[in-house]
């Protein structure tokens, strides 16, 4: 009998009827499911096809939380890239990773950044920054949230994070920003299926990157 590998990690229920266990998040998947998982899938896929992946995806950092100094994360290889591609786009230049073609300057005026926590999910706990200094003092801050009380209202500490660069100019309906959720399911034999009735989520206001107040530190813009 095909053995796959949900039967390898979790025993069958135990009815005598071969039945297997019901899961709800599959350890294996977080190279799709978590954000940085996700980043590193992608940058393998287009790497192993000679291809470059910040073509078709924004460009994206992978980081380190928690409090263990700034000079840790200085030391960091993706932050330096952050470091020098915020700078280039600061001076109106195209970076080597943001294809001049598909990211043009007056796309980046504003240099705005997306900081996320790679597990959390449903916007919790994502900033929009435009700047280095505001991203690093983020990054080794552990707010009230994340701490005490941090297991009993659910929410993990927050230890890796992914720095991406922010769309300036997405493509809207109506003025808003939206995204598509539709399911599908695959096979241990890599079979596909769709199901047929997805939906649209559209923002609850027009979309803008103007300052919702003047920045102080970092931009806190109403971006969304």
Known sequence: MHRSLHHKIYAPTGGGDGACTLVNHHPTLFGLCSKKGL???????FGALGLQAFNVMP????????????AKLQAHVAWRE???AHKAIAKGGATLT???PLCPREWCAANLWLLKPTHLNCG????????PQAVMRR?????ASETA???????????AWVLQKYIERPLLYR??????????????????????????????????????????GSARRRAR
């Open 39 to 45: 980043l590193h899938s992608l940058l393998g896929y």
């Open 59 to 70: 460009l994206t950092f992978s980081l380190p939380g928690g409090a263990d100094g700034a």
């Open 82 to 84: 952050f470091c020098r």
């Open 98 to 100: 943001l294809a001049a």
């Open 124 to 131: 919790r706990g994502i900033e929009v920054i435009d700047n």
């Open 139 to 143: 990054l080794m801050r552990k707010p």
């Open 149 to 159: 009380d941090a297991a009993e209202k659910g929410t993990p500490e927050i230890h």
């Open 175 to 216: 003025g808003r920003k939206f995204d598509l959720r539709i399911w599908c399911v695959v096979s241990d034999a890599f079979d596909v299926y769709v199901y047929e009735e997805g939906y649209v989520r559209t923002s609850s206001e027009t979309f803008t990157i103007e300052p919702a107040r003047p920045p102080t």
